[in-house]
């Protein structure tokens, strides 16, 4: 009698336990990659080209976000298991940066003038 208790136990933790702990190991390793993910997005909030500035920081501007799938699906698994327990992966749309007019000398000091007198 002891000896099947103990086989049940040994059967719960290998095929129950074991799983569940190495999810929780997978989703901890993903939430530290969309962590710094979006630490890369916040820090390059205020460049005019947002791709670029992911780009060099070993990122994509856009989904999947990540350039390998080792991350790429991490990441994935991450937000999906983190957003049905109810955390918010949002990141606010950024605006295109405005084109710069080249200044010459034509219009050189006109663009100045211009913003003093209104």
Do not use: H
Not at 7 to 34: N, T, Y
Not at 58 to 83: E, K, Q, V
């Amino acid at each position: 009698m002891k000896d099947k208790i103990l086989g049940i136990f040994k059967k719960l933790v290998v095929w129950g336990l074991l799983p569940i702990a190495f999810l929780s190991f997978l989703f901890v390793m993903g939430e530290q990659f969309e962590v710094g993910r979006l630490s890369a997005v916040a820090g390059c909030k205020d460049c005019p080209d947002l791709g670029i500035c992911l780009r060099e920081k070993g990122y994509l501007a856009t989904d999947p976000f990540y350039p390998d799938l080792t991350r790429r699906y991490l990441g994935a698994f991450a937000r999906a298991i983190g957003g049905d327990l109810g955390a918010s992966y949002y990141e606010k749309p950024v605006k295109p940066a405005k084109p710069v007019a080249a200044k010459t000398e034509e219009n050189g000091d006109k663009d100045i003038v211009d913003a003093t007198s209104k």
